[in-house]
């Protein structure tokens, strides 16, 4: 069984920036992909950016330029820099394997942007 931990998140002004950490129970190689996801209260938790075992990296269209996922050189941390951070990105964040596995879920952290 896999545990993620996620901290980083926090209160922040619009334009600032949070570095977000997922660090994980075990080696997170296997999994071959992983993934920062975000969830708003009454939104469905979305896939906000992707990160292979080489390094190949995909982005949500609306964190594109903005927001940028890294592996650790331990083998079990990953981060997402969040930079020029609006409103819109108020949310819990998570990490977890890509595709999502449900009985991965941590308790996320929360980040606020204010205006």
């Known amino acids: 069984q896999v545990q993620f931990v996620e901290s980083g998140g926090g209160l922040v002004q619009t334009g600032g920036s949070l570095r977000l950490s997922c660090a994980a129970s075990?080696?997170?190689?296997?999994?071959?992909?992983m993934g920062w996801y975000r969830q708003t209260p009454g939104k469905q938790r979305e896939l906000v950016a992707t990160?292979?075992?080489?390094?190949?990296?995909t982005y949500a269209d609306s964190v594109k330029g903005r927001f940028t996922i890294s592996r650790g050189n331990a083998e079990n941390t990953v981060y997402l820099q969040m930079n020029s951070l609006q409103p819109a990105d108020t949310a819990v964040y998570y990490c977890?394997?890509?595709?999502?596995?449900?009985?991965?879920w941590g308790q996320g952290t929360q980040v606020t942007v204010s205006s």
């Open positions: 977890n394997k890509f595709p999502r596995e449900e009985n991965y």
């Open positions: 075990g080696s997170i190689f296997r999994f071959h992909v």
């Open positions: 990160i292979t075992s080489g390094g190949s990296t």
